[in-house]
T-cell receptor
């Protein structure tokens, strides 16, 4: 499985500010995925990031709020913009392992609390 | 109807017990099925894929019933360390999109 590193691992942010989360993978991958897990909820896909093209956002998520970069095949960033307390969540970067069953692996997550 | 549904639990079982979870999915075209385990304040980790013929990994057995559109996870001889939330994940055919259930909480009691 791929090794996925995320940072920051956790942060407390002021309302109205923005925070960028970084995700580094130890191998080249075509697609990287950003998920959100709000307290007590399951994971929701925010967007898919392909290298060299704009990210594809899921219903309910927009680029202005969650801009994503994908400058190369091993790195991506997700920015949470103009944060409000409702953005307090775990944000998870993941990649797909196409060998042996299309499974997905997650980074350790970034725990954001907006105050 | 949710795309993937699980009983949230919690399931409180004594050590050594056998426990089973079910998960139903709504998209009959789904092709990939998984169980993930998520510990408190940790990321989900793959527990096992679920194959059409069913599969076993030690104390864990997963099964798929396409006709009734559900998958199951059976844990035998429960250990304290099995306490976690178990997420059912369903993937579409030819698509990257994975749908997560809300998870079933298991607490194994000494």
């Amino acid at each position: 499985s791929a090794v996925i590193s995320q940072k920051p691992s956790r942060d407390i942010c002021q309302r109205g500010t923005s925070l960028t989360i970084q995700c580094q993978v130890d191998s080249q991958v075509t697609m990287m995925f950003w998920y959100r897990q709000q307290p007590g909820q399951s994971l929701t896909l925010i967007a898919t990031a392909n290298q060299g093209s704009e990210a594809t956002y899921e219903s309910g998520f927009v680029i202005d709020k969650f801009p994503i970069s994908r400058p190369n095949l091993t790195f991506s960033t997700l920015t949470v913009s103009n944060m409000s307390p409702e953005d307090s969540s775990i944000y998870l970067c993941s990649v797909e392992n196409l060998e042996g069953g299309n499974t997905i692996y997650f980074g350790e997550g970034s725990w954001l609390t907006v105050v | 109807r949710k795309e993937v549904e699980q009983d949230p639990g919690p399931f409180n079982v004594p050590e050594g017990a056998t426990v089973a979870f079910n998960c139903t999915y709504s998209n009959s075209a789904s092709q990939s099925f998984f169980w993930y385990r998520q510990d408190c304040r940790k990321e989900p980790k793959l527990l096992m894929s679920v194959y059409s013929s069913g599969n076993e990994d030690g104390r864990f057995t997963a099964q798929l019933n396409r006709a009734s559109q559900y998958i199951s996870l059976l844990i035998r001889d429960s250990k304290l360390s099995d306490s976690a939330t178990y997420l059912c994940v369903v993937g579409g055919s030819g698509t990257y999109k994975y749908i997560f259930g809300t998870g079933t909480r298991l607490k194994v009691l000494a």
